[in-house]
């Protein structure tokens, strides 16, 4: 995996991903931005939150669930120092589908938290508490 990042002005940079895709790194402007694009650990936070979407999804595709939506909150708390590394990151996800089963939901989210998703499981490996739950919504 290759990615490219490149600085613009202030601290503005443009990210680019080995497979083609870009994004904007801003700060705030106390911090000499403009706000023009997301902060860093946000851009981390997400790919969390959307690592372990990708796994809930594809595994209750898989258990042949009628899986319609699928939404990942992710609150991050970091901790109150330099460098200001996440201390914790929830996952609530609202998952919705034509007769899920719960068990089935459930199961997806502990393969993803457990096997699956390398950012979440990267980050709890360097001592991030990550936790996870969920509610089924019927569609």
């Not at 007769?99 to 990267?122: F, H, N, P, T, W």
Request: charged share 25%.
């Amino acid at each position: 995996m290759e990615a490219r990042v490149k600085w613009v002005e202030n601290v503005m940079f443009v990210a680019e991903s080995g497979s083609g895709h870009a994004i904007v790194l801003d700060g705030a402007p106390e911090g000499g931005g403009r706000n023009m694009g997301m902060r860093p650990m946000e851009l981390m936070a997400l790919a969390v939150g959307s690592c372990s979407s990708y796994d809930v999804v594809t595994i209750l595709k898989k258990a042949r669930q009628d899986i319609t939506g699928c939404e990942a909150l992710v609150s991050a708390e970091r901790v109150d120092a330099v460098p200001a590394v996440f201390e914790s990151i929830h996952l609530h996800f609202k998952v919705t589908g034509k007769g899920l089963s719960e068990k089935q939901v459930e199961r997806a989210v502990e393969l993803s938290a457990d096997k699956y998703c390398s950012a979440s499981i990267m980050l709890a490996q360097a001592g991030v508490k990550v936790t996870h739950d969920f509610e089924v919504i019927e569609a």
